[in-house]
């Protein structure tokens, strides 16, 4: 083969640039570096599901490149060859065997923790959750705090070591609402509202996201998710009660319209605002974990 | 008057991107440079009698394949273009909304008018052949579904330059794709584009199950078919339940869209849920669709360069049939996250995971046949062998993301992207470029580069790996998907940089591949042999190309592998080349309706699109009439004469005595 030495040229740049690739920067995978049981565990089940796939890829790789090597024709090879061998039935079990002794393996852990990690299953915890309405909306994210009474855009803090009920839903097309560090996704879609449990166990600024494309300035729907002790998280919320304006339905629909936003801060929004967000696309088609919304009684103009 | 017809081009073209007033300026030039080119050598009816009414499958698949090759260099562009785009973090290069449609056409034009045209192009020159046949079961059909999936092509194409792009990804999950959020043509572009060349995939569908199951040579039992029939077979299994599917989804779509209804909107009961279920019943077995008929091809590959008989024949047909079952019952893994609950998705994580099983199955069997071979690495192998590891590699993470709770941190971010571009590129394309340079010469009569060949090989893997690895890294880096501009504060600037690298590596191998095409055409040796591979089935039993009529008689089989049992009996004189009685064959005569009655459908989509009625009912009744005068004409067949049979067997050097 003429080719054969710029071929292990290409080769040896590429295995620099993969090393170059998998040292260095290790504090970036931050799905790997999880800061809550959630996210802990699911780390755990990736970790756990790569190993045991392993178990057959690598035999496989090598097999592969064995077979490849040792059968090749060449002049004075002294591999076997029977052209005509074309089946073993004791072979034939090892290989499908295999496979499936892995997969039950695989299966029965996963069927265990999709139990378990179920998303509107409630933390355990001595301390009470605190439950944060999530709505979707073109291209910015509302939070509002019913327990506090203030609201957010594109910010939202929380205690840590405190079980968070996020209550998500959209007032836009359906976008994910997904802060890696703290656990997997949800879809937030119109007429439901979804639960997903999550919880910080150390203070940090984490990066939030919309996860599912919702149109021209999807990308630009990132937020802050940032874990405090309970102490600034009360001072917090203090400070935005005290300093900050009110949303009003007026203001409200303004931040549907269209657009980005910076973090903004409400020291109050109309009582049932997320209800009424909920209930107005017609909840007609509740299914599996989104719960029925009581449309509220009168929303205060 | 003039300021009227101002104001509709202006909205009716696509302006004020210098990008697209190139394409305009490219389109109309190398038009007035075909049609002068055909009108200079007198060359258009030739075009109209050899091609564009050909009823016969080798033609059909080579202009199938000619399609699908521009199709990949156009989305291959688009690729390029979003690579470019996400190389830095704040990039300036493209603004969100033309991301967002480039990334649209890419999807669509790679899988429904790309990948599905390759296919059907290799099923169309290889199949019959293969079986020992002299054309498909329905000959017009065939020739028919290839001008629906054309024109539905060229509907979603124009989309570019007029009227503007689909934005709402290459599934259209409602409702972003409904009128309230996406009220430009784009949307209804892609619904036409692809609703059109849906009718031709169906009844491809059917007509190759037909000749699968009616029209082998005498003796071939369908065990002793050849793999990639087989494949073929449980793709268009999967093909007729699935495309039905699609139709009834881009229906519904369209009727909210175009009558008001309310299936999927956001307000008024509408359920995007259930648009999002439906186009996943469809759109996973279509993945299915795609990538069997690639583990056809390894097979074929594997047992003629390891000169060994392919390792467990009946452990592969059974896997393949579990295979396109399976892909039916698995669809909700592609929304884990949607929140249907444990037993739903505990339900479908144990389905998904379970086609795993098979596949694997089947890698074994690849490996087992070359165990203990004789292994040459012509080009063909070549790819096929550098494709064992990436599918494992594709399949590995498959199986992660089966893992419903570990999905919730995988869905829809980079690692997806890379888990499914590694088995639909390097598991269906690579794939399909594997049996291009393996059929080649069968389909044009002459071998490929061999050195030119592996510079593409190793090119295209190389950049594959580079382009696709660090996207896993992504993934797990929290990037999600979809995404037109990111931050520096990231972190992911340098592996978006060194995929960038690797999508142009990639395109550059693209080039090497069109110049080894130009290189062994003006280098042309021809191949006399009819079996330049030295290869086990009926397709290498002819000359090369074959014949219109294919089979001078018809082959009588006896056992699997015919081909290759045929030259050993010949080689140790167990059999004489027989002495044949030639006899006038029957064809089926060529037809200009498919053609026509595509392009009123494109009159029909078109007028749909723009709410044109003055067009789309015109469109319309002509596609009947054209169905009204196939059904009234009756001279659709001839016999060639025993002469011409002679003349054209001797011409290929084959003497019939
Ligand atoms: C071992 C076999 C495989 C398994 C277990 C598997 C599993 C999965 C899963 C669970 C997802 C959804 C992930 C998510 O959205 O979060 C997925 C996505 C996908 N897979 Fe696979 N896969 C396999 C093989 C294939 C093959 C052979 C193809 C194509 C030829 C393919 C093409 C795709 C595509 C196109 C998507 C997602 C596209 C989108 O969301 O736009 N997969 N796969
Ligand atoms: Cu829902
Ligand atoms: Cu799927």
Redesign the interface.
């Given at each position: 083969?003429?080719?054969s030495k710029t071929?292990r040229c290409?080769?040896f740049l590429?295995m620099f640039?993969?090393l170059f690739?998998t040292t260095g920067?290790a504090d970036?995978?931050?799905?790997?570096d999880p800061k809550g049981p959630i996210?802990e565990?699911?780390?755990d089940?990736?970790i756990l599901?790569?190993l045991l796939?392993?178990i057959?890829?690598v035999p496989?790789?090598i097999?592969?490149f064995v077979?490849?090597w040792r059968?090749?024709?060449r002049k004075g090879?002294k591999?076997?060859?029977?052209?005509?061998?074309?089946?073993?039935t004791k072979?034939?079990i090892i290989?499908?065997g295999i496979?499936?002794i892995i997969?039950t393996l695989?299966?029965i852990?996963?069927?265990r923790?999709?139990?378990s990690?179920?998303?509107?299953k409630p933390l355990e915890s001595e301390k009470k959750p605190i439950t944060i309405q999530v709505t979707n909306l073109d291209w910015k994210w509302l939070f509002q705090y019913p327990e506090q009474g203030i609201a957010t855009v594109n910010y939202v803090q929380f205690p840590e070591d405190v079980p968070v009920r996020f209550e998500v839903t959209s007032d836009a097309?359906?976008n994910?609402f997904?802060i890696?560090?703290l656990?997997?996704?949800?879809?937030a879609?119109?007429?439901m509202s979804?639960t997903l449990y999550l919880q910080a166990d150390e203070q940090g600024e984490y990066?939030g996201?919309?996860?599912?494309?919702?149109?021209?300035?999807?990308?630009k729907m990132?937020f802050t998710a940032n874990a405090t002790s309970q102490e600034d998280f009360d001072q917090w919320v203090n400070q935005v009660k005290n300093t900050s304006p009110e949303l009003t339905l007026d203001g409200y629909k303004e931040l549907t319209k269209q657009g980005t936003s910076d973090a903004r801060y409400f020291s109050a929004f109309p009582e049932g605002l997320y209800e009424m967000t909920v209930t107005?696309?017609?909840a007609?088609?509740n299914?599996?974990?989104?719960t029925r919304v009581q449309p509220p009684a009168r929303v205060k103009e | 008057m003039w300021e009227s017809v101002k104001e509709f081009a202006s909205e009716f073209f696509v302006t004020g991107d210098p990008l697209i007033y190139g394409a305009d300026v490219s389109i109309v030039l190398s038009m007035i440079a075909i049609v002068s080119v055909l009108t200079y050598f007198k060359k258009w009816g030739w075009l109209w009698r050899e091609w564009l009414t050909t009823v016969d499958h080798k033609k059909i698949g080579i202009m199938y394949i000619l399609a699908s090759v521009l199709m990949l260099f156009r989305g291959g562009v688009d690729a390029l273009l979003m690579r470019a785009q996400l190389a830095m973090p704040e990039m300036q290069f493209l603004s969100?909304?033309h991301y967002?449609q480039i990334f649209t056409t890419h999807g669509v034009i790679m899988i429904l008018f790309m990948a599905m045209p390759l296919m059907f192009g290799l099923f169309n020159v290889i199949v019959p052949l293969q079986l020992g046949a002299r054309d498909v079961a329905f000959p017009f059909l065939n020739a028919l579904s290839f001008w629906l999936f054309f024109s539905g092509a060229m509907l979603f194409n124009l989309s570019f330059v007029i009227g503007g792009s689909p934005?709402?990804?290459w599934l259209a999950?409602?409702?972003?794709s409904e009128l309230a959020?996406n009220p430009g043509p784009g949307q209804d572009f892609y619904i036409w584009g692809i609703q059109i060349s849906g009718i031709g995939s169906l009844m491809t569908g059917i007509n190759f199950i037909v000749t699968i199951l009616k029209v082998r040579a005498p003796g071939m039992t369908l065990m002793k078919m050849p793999m990639f029939s087989w494949s073929v077979l449980s793709s268009c299994i999967a093909i007729v339940f699935a495309f039905p599917i699609l139709t009834v989804t881009l229906a519904l779509l369209f009727i909210d869209r175009y009558l008001g209804g309310h299936f999927f909107t956001?307000?008024?009961?509408g359920?995007?849920?259930m648009y999002i279920n439906l186009i996943w019943m469809w759109g996973h077995p279509e993945v299915y669709i795609i990538v069997l008929p690639a583990f056809g091809i390894f097979s074929e590959i594997v047992a003629t360069f390891?000169?060994?008989?392919?390792?467990?024949?009946?452990?592969m047909v059974f896997a393949m049939i579990i295979i396109s079952v399976l892909s039916f019952l698995v669809w909700a893994h592609h929304?884990f996250?949607?929140?249907?609950?444990?037993d739903?998705?505990?339900f479908f994580?144990?389905t998904t995971?379970?086609i795993?099983?098979p596949t694997?199955?089947k890698?074994?069997?690849w490996?087992?046949t070359?165990?203990?071979?004789?292994?040459?690495?012509e080009t063909p192998m070549l790819w096929t062998?550098g494709i064992?590891?990436n599918f494992?590699?594709g399949g590995?993470t498959g199986?992660?993301l089966?893992?419903?709770?570990?999905?919730?941190?995988y869905?829809?971010?980079y690692f997806l992207v890379a888990h499914f571009h590694q088995v639909i590129i390097a598991g269906v394309v690579f794939g399909f470029f594997a049996g291009l340079y393996y059929w080649w010469p069968k389909i044009f009569g002459f071998k490929l580069n061999e050195?030119i060949g592996?510079?593409a090989f190793?090119l295209w893997n190389?950049g594959f790996?580079?382009c696709f690895?660090?996207q896993y890294?992504l993934?797990?880096?929290?990037m999600?998907?979809?995404?037109?501009?990111?931050?520096w504060d990231?972190?992911?600037f340098?592996?978006n940089l060194?995929s960038t690298i690797g999508a142009v590596i990639m395109g550059a191998a693209f080039l090497v591949q069109i110049w080894d095409i130009a290189h062994s055409i003006k280098h042309m040796k021809r191949d006399t042999t009819g079996d330049p591979w030295n290869a086990r089935t009926l397709e290498w039993s002819i000359p090369s190309p074959a014949p219109f009529y294919n089979f001078a008689v018809m082959p009588q089989v006896t056992s699997q592998d015919d081909w290759h049992e045929r030259k050993l009996r010949i080689e140790q004189g167990l059999e004489k080349p027989a002495k044949v009685e030639l006899e006038p064959i029957h064809m089926p005569k060529n037809s200009g309706i498919p053609i026509v009655m595509s392009m009123f459908w494109f009159f029909v989509g078109f007028g749909l699109i723009f709410d044109w009625l003055w067009m789309a009912v015109p469109g319309f009744i002509g596609v009947i009439g054209c169905m009204v005068v196939h059904s009234f004409n009756y001279d659709t067949d001839y016999y060639v004469t025993v002469e011409e049979i002679k003349r054209t067997e001797a011409e290929a050097g084959r003497v019939i005595t």
């Open positions: 083969m003429k080719t071929v290409m080769s590429f640039i993969l690739l920067c970036n995978y931050i799905v790997l996210g565990q699911q780390k089940l990736m599901s790569t796939t392993l057959v890829i496989v790789l097999l592969t077979i490849v059968y090749r024709d090879r591999a076997k060859y029977t052209p005509n061998w074309e089946h073993s072979l034939e290989w499908w496979p499936i997969i695989i299966g852990v996963t069927v923790y999709t139990y990690l179920e998303p509107s097309p359906m994910s997904w890696p560090q656990g997997g996704q949800i879809y879609m119109s007429g979804m990066m996201s919309g996860a599912n494309f919702t149109g021209k300035e999807f990308a990132f107005k696309y017609a007609s088609h299914h599996g974990l989104s | 969100g909304d967002n934005d709402a990804g999950y409602p409702p972003y959020f956001l307000d008024g009961g359920n995007p849920m390891s000169r060994k008989k392919l390792f467990g024949y009946k452990s929304f996250t949607m929140g249907s609950g444990a739903v998705n505990a994580a144990v995971m379970l795993a099983i694997g199955v890698v074994f069997n490996l087992f070359m165990f203990r071979g004789k292994i040459t690495f062998v064992i590891p494992v590699i590995m199986v992660l089966s893992v419903a709770p570990a999905d919730f941190q869905h829809n971010s050195r592996r510079w190793w190389i790996y580079l690895m660090p890294a993934g797990l880096m929290g999600t998907r979809r995404l037109y501009t990111y931050g990231k972190g992911w340098e592996m060194v």
